[in-house]
């Protein structure tokens, strides 16, 4: 497969990236990379990546971000870099890499535990990554050409967090595990799910 993985340098995204170009065609794409520059806040960035990239069968995004604050201190300001990188920068990506994918290809976006479980100072990420759970829930169901949608939404990843403190309750998860989900939704049928791992 000829594969897209943006973030490719981050916790995730480089795992993801290690693990998929054993098997496959990868590019890694991040805001600072030499060869597939691109910023997922910008649509014109977004499409100038695709059109140097060959049609692709997945498309993989593990880059976003939002403010964390105490709920006292949040500006709307500070909503709306949440709702500008981790939201509408994945919800562009969607409707511009539906463009650029094979039939029956696959993209499959990131979210996290903070969808549906308290961490305190983290009330712009639950934001977003809740209306990204719904965003894929109902978007999927209205791609052509049997593009498949998902969100892989993990808990904290090891190794990044203490592994023996909690976070949002949970405790923290293995990359390997997590990258193991990603590979589950660009190599099976599954679409409009929100795969959880936590
Ligand atoms: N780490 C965790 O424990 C964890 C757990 C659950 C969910 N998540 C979620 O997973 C996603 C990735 O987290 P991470 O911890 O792997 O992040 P990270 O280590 O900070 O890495 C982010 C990656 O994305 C790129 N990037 C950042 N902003 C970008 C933008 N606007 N456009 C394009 N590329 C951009 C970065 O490279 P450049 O700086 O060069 O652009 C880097 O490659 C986030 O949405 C995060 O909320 C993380």
Not at 33 to 44: E, F, L
Not at 136 to 144: C, K, M, T, W, Y
């Given at each position: 497969m000829k594969i897209l993985v943006i973030g490719s340098t981050g916790t995730i995204g480089k795992e993801i990236y290690n693990s998929l170009k054993a098997n496959h065609e990868v590019f890694?794409?991040?805001?600072?990379?030499?060869?597939?520059?691109?910023?997922?806040?910008?649509?014109?960035?977004?499409?100038?990546?695709?059109q140097k990239l060959p049609k692709l069968d997945a498309v993989i995004n593990a880059a976003g971000t939002a403010t964390w604050k105490p709920f006292d201190k949040l500006e709307e300001e500070d909503y709306y870099v949440g709702i500008k990188s981790k939201l509408m920068g994945q919800v562009n990506l969607v409707h511009i890499a539906k463009n650029y994918i094979n039939d029956g290809g696959s993209i499959t976006l990131t979210t996290g535990i903070l969808a549906e479980h308290y961490?305190?100072?983290?009330?712009?990420?639950?934001?977003?990554?809740?209306?990204?759970?719904?965003?894929?829930?109902?978007?999927?169901?209205?791609?052509?050409?049997?593009?498949?949608?998902?969100t892989i939404a993990p808990g904290a990843i090891a190794g990044d967090f203490p592994k023996d403190k909690k976070f949002a309750g949970y405790f923290p998860v293995e990359i390997e595990d997590v990258v193991k989900l990603y590979e589950y939704a660009i190599t099976s049928d599954t679409t409009g799910q929100v795969l959880k791992l936590y």
């Open positions: 890694g794409a991040h805001r600072n990379s030499n060869d597939y520059p691109v910023d997922i806040m910008d649509k014109n960035s977004i499409i100038s990546l695709f961490e305190p100072n983290a009330v712009g990420l639950s934001l977003v990554n809740g209306a990204i759970h719904s965003f894929v829930n109902s978007a999927a169901q209205e791609l052509d050409n049997g593009i498949r949608l998902n």
